[in-house]
């Protein structure tokens, strides 16, 4: 019963809320500068049979850098104890309207998992329409979960190099201006600023309306081609640590693009290594 979208609407989760192939996660994320607690959050409120999806815990903890993603195994034996795997289709949402929860949608198919979508709008649309919330903990059953690591969604430090001389896939950095051009500092000491040779500054707060929905294909079509950017081409999208590249991720599939794919360890690995190669 998946959608064509990547997108589900808050209408459509609310009709299907008990079906019993659909399993729904609150993958709620956020920077610590913002002094929110996703997992507080979560606890106190949430769409009813939601399990939280938790970014950081998915993690591969032996990375220098945050959040990469975790080994199969790992990542697997998380699912199962969620009661998220085989055979669900799993509706991913956060607390910001469209942020991290496109993170767990690009996580979920990396690891080969087709059947997951994304709730347009997250937890604030589904609050502002009144919908029914709960605070209680579910306790799922274990569900088996078969990763199928799907290698052509993720890009290395080794390949966005490479890429820089071959050009054979268009990079798209999804950081603020300030910081691509650095003219704002990083967040993470240590880290330099500038960008990738070659890549396309495209914020990722253009591609969100102000009620935390994504914005028209029409509009986000127009957004990628002032960059010189085409969805029919080869495409990898960057940022700080991989959280909102993945909504880059999500805004061209909405617009149909099939070739495109994620570098995990972007600005966090690329920005503090010494033989990564930089401009301003």
């Known amino acids: 019963m998946k959608p064509d979208s990547p997108l589900v609407s808050t ?12 399993r729904i996660a609150d993958a709620s994320w956020y920077l610590p500068q913002t002094g929110r607690n996703a997992k507080q959050e979560y606890e106190s409120a949430h769409i009813p049979r939601a399990v939280f999806f938790d970014i950081d815990d998915l993690s591969d903890e032996k990375s220098p850098y945050p959040h990469m993603l975790a080994p199969a195994p790992k990542f697997a034996s998380r699912m ?73 969604l993720l890009r290395t430090f080794d390949q966005v190099k490479a890429n820089i001389a071959s050009k054979a896939e268009q990079v798209v950095d999804a950081r603020g201006a300030g910081r691509f051009s650095a003219k704002e500092p990083e967040p993470r000491p240590g880290t330099k600023g500038g960008h990738i040779p070659g890549s396309a500054n495209t914020p990722y707060t253009e591609f969100t309306n102000q009620n935390g929905t994504l914005k028209s294909a029409g509009e986000l079509a127009q957004i990628f081609a002032k960059r010189g950017i085409d969805p029919a081409k080869s495409i990898v999208t960057t940022c700080g640590s991989g959280v909102t590249a993945s909504i880059a991720l999500l805004a061209l599939a909405v617009l149909g693009a099939k070739k495109t794919a994620l570098y995990d360890g972007s600005w966090s690995e690329w920005g503090t290594r010494a033989d990564a190669p930089i401009e301003t």
């Open 11 to 22: 209408e459509w989760l609310a009709e299907h809320l008990n079906a019993p192939d659909v």
């Open 80 to 152: 199962r104890k969620l009661g998220l795997g085989d055979g669900n289709l799993i509706v991913v949402y956060d607390g910001a309207g469209i942020y991290s929860s496109a993170r767990a949608w690009w996580m979920l198919r990396a690891m080969g998992h087709e059947d997951v979508v994304v709730l347009d709008g997250g937890f604030p649309k589904w609050k502002a329409e009144h919908r029914i919330i709960e605070d209680m903990t579910p306790a799922p059953y274990p569900r088996h979960f078969t990763p199928r690591p799907n290698n052509a």
